[in-house]
């Protein structure tokens, strides 16, 4: 179905689910990145190892791990709304179809 066809409830529904997945996401990511970022703080600053994840390093991981987990997100999100349009796409044009050969 041609995004031109929707309405714009739908439309709006389809924004909403996207934003969702992309916050979500960004959680996700964030959460990942925190996790790990903190084993790798402990793992290269202590003991016998001289300073090595210092605080832009980090700031930048939490920020790639942030923008990894958003594209990941939003393509699921992308794929399971293609699927719903595709779905009712074809209710439609089963209705249509039975509505024109005389069915109901």
């Known amino acids: 179905m041609p995004i031109n066809n929707l309405n714009k409830e739908r439309m709006d529904q389809i924004t909403n689910q996207m934003l969702h997945a992309g916050a979500i996401g960004f959680l996700k990511g964030t959460l990942i990145a925190l996790v790990t970022g903190y084993y790798f703080n402990y793992r290269f600053n202590h003991g016998h190892n001289a300073r090595f994840f210092l605080m832009p390093y980090k ?46």
């Open 59 to 104: 700031t930048w991981y939490l920020v790639s791990w942030g923008i990894v987990g958003i594209t990941f997100s939003a393509e699921v999100a992308k794929l399971n709304i293609t699927k719903e349009l595709a779905e009712e796409e074809d209710l439609k044009r089963n209705q249509y179809f039975s509505q024109e050969l005389g069915g109901k």
